[in-house]
């Protein structure tokens, strides 16, 4: 008896300055699939927001020395999303044969990051077509995402965070809001992820100019208090049968170049970065972030997936810095490498996900 594959919509790319990093992690998703369990369907989407539906290739969708991959109107044929959006299909419409009908999907990956993707958009477009998904839902996936708002949550929950400001569109840094953070400062936009767009200030006089140019990502903007610590990660996953949630082997991020923090060309252009998995950390320290971590999933209201990051001073406390409802899948990125570390191996751990969203469903839970 043949079992029906499960027929799944990857979704990559999209408008976020975070394109072409949701274009590696797909590439890595999609190799990893098992073409005996799964049927995919790669469905791009440009930088103004057009679905295309590609080949799937992995090779297209890798970082070619520092050329970054891109999702275009030439990677495939468009993809028409369905007018009635309790509809599952998809319409295809190729200039040579015209439009045509795919058949329904019975789960989509969106391997997105940043805005219209990771922030609640994509989520709520997939609830009112009844698609389950991978992920987090509306709520948790645009409170993530802002990190005024996943403060705001994870301290309510009793997990300490570092000292910040949040600069809405016209406003300014105060002369007491200088002298409650001091120096030096992260400028960061407020909604985006991959290090874009943040800024490190070690002068007051050169504020204005961070600010500019995380504005020039989101009108939002937060500065925070520059923490002096190790950078630690954490994998979450939802409890695969509606258990607690599950938490990863910790890793410990170090830069080892002249990049002064873990910004963009560290992580995925100039292989600065070193990596320890399992940190070493004392059992109690170790304990207490894998504790913070479960515990703001689920202040959050997290599903299915989530890394968060934290910083251990030399005094050994412990804050949260931030949470990734759907972080980078790439190769080198952490939340696939702890796991692996943890015993759930790639190929296992994206099955994983897809049973857990199959099994979870849409609407209210």
């Not at 976020?16 to 699939?33: D, F, K, P, R, Y």
């Not at 990190?147 to 105060?174: C, D, H, M, Q, W």
């Not at 030096?184 to 936009?189: E, G, R, T």
């Not at 999933?297 to 299915?304: E, K, N, P, Q, T």
């Amino acid at each position: 008896m043949n079992v029906p594959k499960t027929r799944v919509a990857v979704v990559f790319g999209g408008r976020s300055t975070e394109h072409a990093i949701s274009c590696v992690s797909a590439g890595s998703v999609l190799q990893a699939l098992d073409a005996d369990e799964f049927e995919v369907v790669p469905v791009g989407i440009t930088r103004e927001g057009r679905w295309v539906l590609t080949s799937g290739d992995p090779a297209a969708l890798a970082i070619q020395g520092r050329r970054l991959p891109e999702i275009t109107v030439d990677s495939g044929s468009a993809v028409v999303l369905p007018a009635d959006p309790t509809d599952r299909g998809l319409v295809v419409f190729d200039a040579a044969d015209g439009p045509s009908a795919l058949s329904d999907v019975d789960v989509v990956f969106p391997v997105l990051h940043g805005a219209y993707g990771e922030d609640g958009t994509l989520q709520g477009l997939l609830e009112m077509a009844g698609i389950p998904y991978v992920g987090a839902g509306v709520f948790a996936s645009a409170a993530a995402m802002d990190k005024e708002f996943a403060n705001k949550l994870t301290t309510a929950a009793g997990i300490p965070s570092g000292p910040y400001v949040v600069l809405r569109s016209g406003e300014s840094l105060t002369a007491q809001d200088q002298q409650r953070l001091g120096l030096p400062v992260f400028v960061k936009p407020a909604r985006a992820g991959s290090s874009y767009g943040i800024t490190k200030v070690n002068d007051w006089a050169d504020l204005d100019a961070a600010v500019a140019a995380a504005r020039e990502v989101d009108p939002k903007v937060v500065v925070e208090a520059a923490i002096v610590g190790r950078e630690i990660e954490c994998g979450v996953l939802e409890g695969e049968y509606g258990d607690e949630p599950e938490v990863s082997e910790l890793a410990e991020v170090r830069v080892v170049s002249d990049h002064e923090f873990y910004d963009f060309e560290a992580k995925y252009l100039d292989e600065s970065c070193e990596f320890d998995i399992p940190a070493h950390l004392p059992e109690r320290v170790t304990a207490q972030v894998k504790e913070y971590a479960a515990r703001a999933f689920s202040a959050l209201d997290c599903a299915g997936l989530a890394r968060i990051d934290f910083f251990v001073t030399p005094e050994l406390d412990v804050y949260f810095n931030e949470i990734n409802t759907m972080p980078g899948f790439t190769s080198s990125s952490m939340f696939p490498r702890m796991w692996a570390e943890t015993g759930l191996p790639y190929p296992k751990l994206v099955a994983r996900l897809i049973r857990t969203a199959m099994r979870r469903g849409t609407g209210l839970r």
